[in-house]
């Protein structure tokens, strides 16, 4: 008989389901792809039908259904931190008490309700759920485990190891101390959405200069010798009041937190620079500790602070790790992986084989569509389309780019985690000057300033990276090589934006950088296949590769999602399927 585990994420960021037959991993997909709400946290339904329905299972042919944490030691949590900032706690306690008396405390419940005829329902604490889908899809038989995020049920930070598959955690962090909420403090204060806009706090960074670092090191927080650190809570509001920060961190920091629409000033800039910069600090701190109590020479990495590519390529340069492995779907999100992966060991399921490359299927777990779904989708569209061999489809598609036309980008299953792999993109050539601005200003429509990514042809990276090894779930952050970069006369702030620095402007940072996606043609085929036609078109291996979305809304997930993208952009063409599409 199959053992079939679902892992469950919900009611906080991002929620998710995951499903392993037999400890392998079947699917896995966000609420938010379905529902069409940024970050979804809603329970997510439509991610456990979809799971369920790619296996070829119903709800009673379940061993297990896992949940990603414990909502009791949670709500524990809230009620002790409440009594202990009091009076000063209560409105904090007041605004999140009707979620969690209407769903979070019945989550037993709603389990049962939602997934019935399970064998058993399950539940993990956060961390070790992050740590499970760090270590167990890892290409790792033995590595060392460090999960870092805003705050699970106690603990925000926690590390241990991963030795003969089983996972253990030695030591954490606990909240209020946290890493992810110190990240998500200046966020907040620069104007951006938590939990979203951190991602543009680290674009924001290469602008400015880091002088309040030491001020955030030094006087928001006490560092210890062995890399852990307490904050000041004098200077944070998260515990009584409903907002990040408070006036005695606002005057700290030369003025109250900026508008969310307000330009960006210098200040803001450097502060940005910053927190980025104390947060590299920090996690290096970090792995050194886990390195030197661990002794192990490779590391395993999740929760939300490791999505931080920035940081992640200092790690992997500075850091004493040999070999870094980073969940593609760090965030809560992957916590479901985890989850499902621990209920599967709980019903006597056997470690998996290690084979030196990771589980994840690339990350491409999602749903994908047929021709005749397409078609459906297109017909009555109003767009103008034609059904292509998938060579002429190639061909097509990398003779468009190196035009300079922008395409998206729709084929095979859809990608889990927050990165767009290849499969759900918006694409481009690097080479263009303008590129960025053109894809922030008139198909993403959102701020200036963000960098996009180059997919590069794996066995051409080093041409034009300097990147030691493969990143194939742009998670790594690392130098443009020097011999593709352009001599600049340095300007200051956000006129940098307008240099161009190297042979591939359109992925090129301010500070010579690139979050980088290394394809191979092993887990994505055709986006290989893609890449070598606009190589052998432009002697160039290197793609603007951008998530298949605009500004506040998910990736699209289904035909109808991208048709309706395509039609609301500036994208000049859509390959979806074999499908060429463009606007009448």
């Given amino acids: 008989m199959s053992t079939a585990v679902l892992g469950i994420s919900a009611y906080y960021h991002d929620s998710a389901a995951a499903l392993l037959l037999d400890g392998q991993l079947q699917a896995a997909a966000q609420e938010e792809r379905f529902s069409r709400i940024k970050n979804d946290a809603a329970f997510p339904m439509q991610a456990v039908d979809f799971c369920l329905a790619t296996a070829g299972l119903h709800p009673e042919d379940l061993t297990s259904v896992v949940f990603y944490d414990k909502p009791l030691v949670k709500f524990e949590r809230l009620l002790s931190t409440a009594l202990a900032a009091a009076p000063g706690g209560f409105g904090f306690f007041r605004a999140a008490m009707p979620t969690w008396i209407r769903e979070k405390l019945w989550i037993p419940g709603k389990l049962r309700k939602a997934v019935p005829g399970a064998r058993e329902y399950l539940f993990s604490s956060h961390h070790l759920s992050h740590a499970a889908a760090a270590f167990y899809p890892s290409p790792f038989e033995r590595a060392a485990i460090l999960t870092v995020d805003g705050v699970g049920e106690w603990s925000t930070c926690s590390y241990g190891t991963g030795r003969q598959g089983v996972v253990s955690l030695d030591e954490e962090m606990r909240f209020p101390h946290s890493l992810g909420l110190l990240y998500s403090a200046f966020t907040a204060y620069l104007g951006f959405r938590v939990n979203e806009g951190e991602y543009k706090v680290m674009g924001l960074a290469p602008y400015g200069q880091p002088r309040f670092s030491d001020l955030i090191l030094e006087t928001l927080l006490s560092r210890k010798t062995d890399g852990s650190f307490k904050l000041d809570m004098r200077y944070f509001g ?89 969940q593609p779907a760090a965030g809560d999100a992957g916590a479901a992986l985890g989850a499902a992966y621990l209920g599967y060991l709980a019903s006597g399921g056997e470690v998996p084989v290690c084979t030196g490359r990771d589980s994840m299927r690339g990350a491409l777990l999602g749903p994908e569509f047929s021709a005749v779904e397409i078609e459906r989708a297109l017909t009555g569209s109003g767009l103008k389309w034609s059904l292509l061999e998938q060579s002429a489809l190639l061909e097509k598609t990398a003779a468009a780019l190196a035009t300079g036309q922008i395409g998206g980008w729709f084929q095979g299953r859809m990608e889990f985690g927050p990165r767009a792999l290849g499969c759900r993109s918006i694409l481009a050539d690097a080479r263009v000057a303008d590129m960025q601005h053109r894809l922030n200003m008139k198909i993403k429509f959102r701020e200036g300033f963000r960098p996009f990514a180059p997919a590069v042809l794996a066995e ?51 500070d010579n950088s690139a979050r980088v996606q290394t394809v191979d043609g092993e887990c994505n085929p055709l986006f290989y296949a893609l890449l070598k036609h606009f190589e052998a078109i432009t002697g160039c291996p290197v793609l603007v590769n951008t998530s298949f979305n605009v500004k506040d809304e998910p990736i699209v997930c289904n035909p109808e999602d991208a048709l309706r993208c395509f039609v609301k952009t500036d994208i000049d063409f859509l390959a979806i399927g074999n499908y060429w599409v463009e606007k009448v």
Avoid at 461 to 472: K, M, T, V
Avoid at 476 to 484: G, I
């Fill in 238 to 326: 998260f515990l009584s009041r409903l907002c990040m920060t408070n006036e005695r961190f606002h005057q700290l920091f030369g003025g109250p937190p900026r508008l969310p629409d307000a330009e960006l000033e210098e200040r803001h800039l450097d502060i940005a620079a910053s927190i980025q910069l104390a947060t590299e600090e920090l996690m290096l701190g970090l792995v050194r500790r886990v390195h030197a109590k661990t002794g192990e020479s490779r590391l395993c990495l999740a929760g939300g602070v490791a999505l931080n590519s920035v940081a992640n390529g200092r790690l992997l340069r500075e850091g004493p790790f040999k070999e870094i492995w980073i």
């Fill in 460 to 510: 051409r990276a080093g041409q034009y990276f300097d990147l030691a090894g493969e990143s194939p779930y742009m998670l790594l952050v690392c130098p443009v090589a020097e011999s593709r970069r352009i001599e600049n006369v340095e300007v200051q702030g956000l006129a940098r934006l307008k240099q161009m620095r190297s042979q591939i402007p359109a992925v090129t940072h301010v």
